[in-house]
């Protein structure tokens, strides 16, 4: 029985926002539909508002070619809210560990320990590239195990000398660190190469929302790898006051999806060499057909047609999804990062109605 409290989370749809799924952290997928609010600081300040009225614990902030960078654009967010904290992505070999140490330092001290990090490592070699990376899949996953060790060490206020086979650092150590302000590190993968560094490093292990067998598969293994993890699970939300109300909302969202933004986003995912991804990808087969894109009770794949990522929805009434979610949350899940079409709008529906339900689920069992 989970032990950890329930944490619930909110996403930055930094890429531009509107009421049908689009691609994130990329251009492919993305379409005026799907971006007919741009991402300005006017409108990411009213869906970080929305998110911290509602009740959210913090805010998902993506990273990629087709993103702004997280970093600045969270800074700037925190002198427009009060409490809700950010969980900034950042591609990990892409700076020192040392610089990345100093800003989180500086974010959380700022801010007043609203600061988590989401550790991503790359699933797309084009785009790696892109960056200059030419690291083949398990390379980038080792290295990523060296950055974050060194991260840790330098936020926890220690002096650091590491000689591995992707960093040299010497002497690094951060002047006056902020101790009293944890940055825990939340960190996704479902490669072997990948669970290996969760379960030496992270603190969070981020996971996509896929039926509960499959996620209780790879809770159960990391769990006897690393008995300290925690678990949090990516989803969308589409919850309504009756089931055919949501439903009907899943089939507006699949009839307006274009079908060269299909085309488009499932030979991007075709190339990348992201486990998570191929699993994402293998739920709905690039298929549009709806019959075959409710893989789960509740828990549909239509998403995953133009997003890469996270790419299943939980679709149904409030009581209907506030009880999948409290069934994910019996197999380990401590902490959900939940989004649904505009991002604005249904943090508010999501925050008032699915949340209390859930809380209240959690608190009857005991969890």
Not at 43 to 59: C, K, N
Not at 125 to 153: F, I, K, N, S, W
Not at 252 to 273: K, T, W
């Amino acid at each position: 029985m989970p032990e950890n409290p329930l944490l619930l989370h909110w996403f930055l749809p930094t890429g531009g926002d509107g009421r049908d799924p689009g691609g994130v952290t990329a251009v492919q997928g993305r379409t005026g539909a799907a971006t007919r609010r741009p991402a300005d600081i006017g409108y990411l300040t009213q869906v970080a508002r929305a998110a911290e009225q509602a009740g959210f614990h913090s805010l998902l902030t993506p990273v990629g070619l087709g993103c702004v960078d997280p970093w600045i654009l969270t800074a700037a967010l925190t002198q427009h809210t009060d409490r809700i904290g950010f969980l900034v992505a950042f591609r990990s070999g892409f700076a020192s560990p040392t610089l990345l140490a100093q800003q989180a330092d500086a974010f959380r001290r700022f801010a007043g320990g609203r600061l988590r990090l989401n550790v991503v490592t790359g699933g797309d070699p084009l785009e790696q590239r892109a960056y200059g990376d030419h690291l083949a899949h398990d390379q980038r996953y080792a290295r990523t195990d060296e950055v974050m060790a060194v991260l840790r060490d330098l936020l926890a206020g220690k002096r650091v000398d590491h000689t591995g086979e992707h960093l040299r650092v010497e002497g690094a150590q951060l002047h006056d660190p902020a101790l009293q302000h944890p940055v825990p590190l939340y960190f996704g993968g479902a490669s072997p190469a990948a669970e290996a560094v969760a379960a030496r490093r992270a603190d969070v292990q981020l996971l996509w929302g896929e039926p509960p067998a499959a996620l209780a598969q790879r809770i159960d293994r990391l769990r006897a790898a690393a008995p300290a993890l925690r678990f949090g699970l990516r989803l969308h939300v589409i919850s309504r006051d009756t089931a055919a109300e949501a439903w009907a909302e899943a089939d507006r969202i699949l009839s307006g999806i274009d079908p060269e933004a299909v085309r488009a986003s499932q030979e991007r995912f075709a190339r990348m060499d992201s486990t998570g991804q191929a699993r994402m990808a293998a739920l709905h087969g690039g298929s549009a057909d709806a019959a075959t894109l409710e893989v789960a009770p509740n828990l549909w794949a239509g998403i995953g047609l133009v997003r890469e990522g996270a790419g299943t929805a939980l679709v149904g009434s409030h009581d209907e999804v506030a009880q999948r979610l409290s069934e994910y949350r019996s197999l380990g899940i401590d902490e959900f990062i939940l989004s649904g079409y505009p991002h604005l709008e249904e943090a508010y529906r999501v925050g008032e109605e699915v949340a209390p339900r859930l809380r209240a689920l959690v608190a009857g069992a005991g969890a």
